[in-house]
């Protein structure tokens, strides 16, 4: 069976359905609560301050936000994982609001947030192959001065073995262990400049890092992001 987005939506929604959600990034939490030379979010205060988790489907990060006061958003590309993320978040108590939606599809009005993470979500491309598409959506419902929260695979990140190269921007995956996106096409970004320079027209003060981790035979290459709604 080919790829498409239904069964891209199928395949997650499945997945989520039997694995027991989850914890949060290492990273994430790196990123909001550490002070590092090119990176101190803990200044601009967290209490009140408005996120949304683009992609949260594991629910872990925005578990771990709540815990910093923040005021709690997420959208997910199906309905049955909107529910499984609203009941989870319900039975513990946690306040958020999760809607259907996408990367090029955010339901939420313009400059509503202080901060947009996406953890391993902006590259998925949906079906479509219009990255500015993505760009535009983030940068529309930020803030002027919000922030954009991004982790992107490197391109030897295992991902992208025996992957089929489509052209300068765009990777089909062919090799997946999670078994859900094969087919699926990734943004695929050549290095740090890359990335600054396909979010350059809104958002500016990049600060990037880097992980190169083994799991043991899995290549999880990274490049963590933070840049400043213009
Ligand atoms: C690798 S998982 C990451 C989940 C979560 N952010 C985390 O870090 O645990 C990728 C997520 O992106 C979602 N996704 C897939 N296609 C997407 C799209 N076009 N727009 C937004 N999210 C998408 C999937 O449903 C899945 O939950």
Redesign the pocket.
């Known amino acids: 069976m080919g790829y498409t987005m239904k069964n891209?939506?199928q395949g997650?929604a499945d997945r989520?359905e039997k694995t027991s959600m989850?914890w949060p990034?290492e990273n994430v939490i790196r990123i909001f609560k550490g002070a590092y030379p090119r990176l101190d979010l803990r200044k601009n205060g967290h209490t009140g301050k408005k996120i949304i988790?683009?992609?949260?489907?594991?629910v872990?990060?925005l578990l771990f936000l709540e815990t910093l006061g923040m005021d709690l958003y997420g959208?997910?590309?199906?309905q049955k994982?909107v529910d499984l993320v609203k009941g989870i978040l319900a039975a513990r108590g946690v306040n958020a609001d999760i809607r259907l939606?996408?990367?090029?599809c955010l339901p939420y009005e313009d400059g509503l947030f202080d901060y947009l993470l996406s953890?391993?979500?902006v590259y998925?491309?949906?079906g479509q192959r219009d990255f500015n598409k993505h760009v535009n959506e983030y940068a529309r419902v930020l803030k002027a001065g919000g922030h954009l929260v991004l982790s992107v695979p490197k391109i030897t990140h295992g991902i992208f073995n025996k992957a089929k190269i489509i052209d300068d921007e765009f990777a089909m995956i062919q090799v997946d262990r999670l078994g859900i996106r094969v087919g699926e096409v990734f943004r695929r970004f050549k290095n740090t400049e890359d990335i600054e320079k396909t979010f350059l027209p809104y958002f500016t003060d990049f600060s990037f890092g880097s992980i190169e981790d083994d799991y043991f035979g899995v290549a999880g290459h990274w490049h963590l992001v933070v840049c400043t709604r213009k």
């Open positions: 891209a939506r997650w989520y989850a990034s988790d683009v992609g949260c489907g594991d872990g990060n959208v997910e590309i199906d994982i939606g996408s990367n090029e953890w391993n979500a998925y491309m949906g």
